[in-house]
């Protein structure tokens, strides 16, 4: 079983930026596919960006060109660099592992995804 740790959220004024990291431990995390996502109060968890064993990438389009998702196998971590931040990006933001045996696999659906971290807070203020 990965165990995820998140980090790297708070307070950020509109159009400022944030990157937020997320640690796996546990197993060999070059198998793993990795995904963000994240939930707003009220709302439901929503898909924001994801990448493959190989490095692949995937966004959905109210973030593409200003968040962007990364991977360091050797520090078994993965990154999400969120640019230009708006009002609407405030929410709790999970990081999710799913073990894949394709290098290019990509997954959006949080079904896919049997391991979650705690989460981490944005909040995007004026």
């Known amino acids: 079983q990965v165990q995820l740790v998140e980090s790297g959220g708070g307070l950020v004024q509109i159009g400022g930026s944030l990157r937020l990291s997320c640690a796996a431990s546990g197993v060999a995390f070059s198998n793993y596919g990795m995904g963000w996502f994240r939930q707003a109060p009220g709302k439901e968890r929503e898909f924001v960006a994801a990448?493959?064993?190989?490095?692949?990438?995937y966004y959905t389009d109210s973030v593409k060109g200003r968040f962007t998702i990364s991977r360091e196998n050797a520090k078994n971590t993965v990154y999400l660099q969120m640019n230009s931040l708006k009002p609407e990006d405030t929410a709790l933001y999970y990081c999710a592992a799913r073990y894949s045996s394709s290098v290019s696999s990509i997954a959006y659906d949080p079904g896919s995804y049997p391991s979650w971290g705690q989460g981490t807070q944005v909040t995007v203020s004026s």
């Open positions: 990448i493959s064993r190989s490095g692949n990438t």
